[in-house]
């Protein structure tokens, strides 16, 4: 299993992005998939999980209204879609499959077996 997020960089508030996740290694369109980030200095948090087939998503109440989880199932490919950027979502941005579907708003790193090597955002005037 391997998922490799990209898409990270420097922005500016009110800056939109994408992140991008491409994962291998198991049938992705049966699995749930997060993202999580974990801003310097603080514990990791949960920020938006889409289920199986792309049937459901949440999100945390930090990102609800500004991001939107998205999954190109051909493409084996999670999406994470952030609109109004603010400095308060500088972060590593990291996407990750949680365990099982209890654990699919966790912020604890153990509710996740995979995780990918994260990439960086930073929010900044």
């Known amino acids: 299993v391997q998922l490799q997020a990209s898409g990270g960089g420097m922005f500016q508030p009110e800056d939109s992005l994408r992140l991008a996740c491409a994962a291998s290694?198991?049938?992705?369109?049966?699995?749930?998939i997060s993202w999580v980030r974990q801003a310097p200095g603080k514990e990791i948090e949960w920020v938006s999980t889409i289920g199986p087939s792309g049937a459901v998503v949440y999100y945390s109440d930090s990102v609800k209204g500004r991001f939107t989880i998205s999954s190109d199932s051909a493409k084996n490919t999670l999406y994470l879609h952030m609109n109004n950027l603010k400095p308060e979502d500088t972060a590593l941005y990291y996407c990750?499959?949680?365990?099982?579907?209890?654990?699919?708003?966790?912020?604890?790193?153990?509710?996740?077996?995979?995780w990918g090597q994260g990439t960086e955002v930073t929010v900044s005037s």
């Open positions: 290694g198991f049938p992705f369109s049966d699995w749930w």
């Open positions: 990750a499959r949680p365990k099982s579907a209890y654990g699919v708003r966790s912020n604890m790193r153990n509710d996740y077996d995979y």
